[in-house]
């Protein structure tokens, strides 16, 4: 079987809005590698975008779900509940930033936790109206993509978005937009558009992902969490991206000095199978009434016990301190680039969570046709490469923290030629 024949038949049997990075069918994969249909290996930096953190298949995880397997596959937690779902809970409550108490509820996907986020706000604050910024991603449901701050592929022809939703600028020092321009906005937002009164959270994420890697200023989460504790606003930390352990922390807002008030979580949460969370104050989270929350498939035996698995390979494994040790690595192979390609025009991300962005040379100005031939160069030397940001001029790299040191070595290698090679055709 050949990846050109799949293609083929994908073509026919496949929506073209289902958009794909790569023609490689998978057959199958093992922590930071994969083999496709026709036997060829590919070092994966994508990671299923930010899903496998502790890589593909960990031997941990698949023995809790086999084991699960033998046990139960589904009974609807809402019907017949079951005490690993309590257990996950009561350690994400544990791990959650903010000294408070906490409870969770489980769902299946990132959008859907924000979904449930904004729901919970709303039954606890009796507002409405919710703030996101330019840039983000917040999923692809009609909530999600109405929070999202970027119109292509996410709004493009899906018609009007949900009412009460505003966005303010991200800010982007090295697109010339500060943090007093993007609190400027925001005050402007409350005296021409929305009152304070009537808004129940602000969304943000502690770096950006799908915009493109951009960590929150300081004083800007500092001025939020100031602002939200002036108008009886809720915080909501999107962690779909950057939770456990992916920079450097087991979440990102602990890079910060406040906690959110609710906080969103999935991807890698369990490892590989389909399960999100929110976790936030006790009070907010009981808000809505019973049978307001939850699902059918919402908090899946199988994706709970793997979810288990992965919080104790994070722990077993160190992985926080493993994620700022490799994040260096390649911070440092990047920025030797510097002299070498006037194309990089940042090097940025905290932890593991790192990325670099391509402009013309000599300048800022987004260059997204050389971003997508470094793209294009790595895959044909065995590198699987995610491309991010408004202008589609970053690359991020999501390789499973459990990554095999030689292997890392290998693609930091593929990396740093596939820069160069671009950078020399480019002139």
Same mark, same amino acid.
């Given at each position: ?40 290996? *590919?070092?994966?930096? @994508?990671?299923?975008?930010?899903? +496998?953190?502790? !890589?593909?298949?960990?031997? #941990?995880? /698949?023995? %809790? ?19 690993? *779902?309590?257990?996950? @809970?009561?350690?994400?409550?544990? +791990?959650?930033? !903010?000294?408070?108490?906490? #409870?969770? /509820?489980? %769902? ?23 703030? @996101? ?83 929150v200023p300081r004083t800007l989460m500092k001025a939020l969490r100031d602002i939200c504790d ?69 908090g899946n035996p199988l994706a709970i016990a793997a979810a288990n698995a992965v919080l104790d ?82 690359v991020r790299f999501l390789a499973p923290i459990t990554i095999q040191d030689d292997v890392f ?19």
């Amino acid at each position: 079987m050949k990846n050109s024949e799949i293609a083929v038949r994908k073509n026919d049997a496949i929506s073209r809005g289902v958009g794909m990075t790569t023609q490689i069918y998978a057959e199958k994969a093992e922590n930071s590698e994969i083999w496709d249909v026709e036997g060829n290996r *590919y070092i994966d930096f @994508a990671g299923g975008i930010a899903v +496998l953190n502790t !890589g593909h298949r960990h031997p #941990k995880v /698949i023995d %809790a779900v086999k084991k699960q397997l033998d046990s139960f596959t589904h009974t609807c937690h809402q019907v017949v509940p079951y005490e690993n *779902y309590v257990y996950l @809970a009561e350690r994400l409550n544990k +791990l959650v930033p !903010g000294d408070f108490k906490k #409870k969770t /509820i489980f %769902a299946t996907t990132g959008a859907e936790a924000v979904e449930n986020a904004v729901k919970i706000a709303r039954a606890a604050t009796g507002r409405s109206a919710v703030i @996101a910024f330019t840039g983000a991603f917040h999923g692809r449901t009609f909530m999600g993509m109405t929070l999202t701050g970027k119109v292509v592929p996410y709004k493009v022809g899906f018609g009007q978005m949900m009412g009460d939703v505003f966005h303010v600028p991200f800010p982007l020092e090295l697109h010339g937009i500060s943090v007093e321009e993007s609190l400027d906005v925001l005050d402007k937002l409350f005296k021409a558009d929305v009152d304070p009164a009537r808004v129940a959270a602000i969304i943000i994420e502690p770096v950006q992902g799908e915009g493109g890697f951009y960590p929150v200023p300081r004083t800007l989460m500092k001025a939020l969490r100031d602002i939200c504790d002036q108008h009886g606003i809720l915080l909501i930390a999107d962690e779909v991206q950057t939770g456990f352990a992916r920079t450097g922390k087991m979440f990102g807002m602990e890079h910060y000095d406040v906690a959110a008030d609710l906080v969103t979580m999935a991807k890698s949460l369990a490892g590989g199978f389909p399960l999100s969370a929110v976790t936030g104050r006790a009070e907010l989270m009981d808000a809505p009434g019973p049978g307001g929350l939850g699902g059918t498939y919402a908090g899946n035996p199988l994706a709970i016990a793997a979810a288990n698995a992965v919080l104790d390979v994070i722990e077993e494994e160190d992985l926080i301190n493993r994620a700022n040790q490799l994040g260096g690595r390649l911070r440092q192979r990047l920025e030797a680039l510097r002299a070498d390609v006037p194309e990089i025009s940042d090097i940025r991300g905290p932890g593991f969570m790192m990325a670099v962005e391509f402009g013309e040379p000599g300048s800022t100005k987004p260059n997204a046709e050389f971003t997508n031939n470094v793209r294009l160069k790595a895959l044909e030397k065995g590198l699987i490469l995610l491309t991010c940001g408004v202008y589609g001029n970053v690359v991020r790299f999501l390789a499973p923290i459990t990554i095999q040191d030689d292997v890392f070595n290998e693609a930091l290698d593929i990396i740093e030629q596939s820069i160069k090679e671009c950078s020399a055709e480019a002139k």
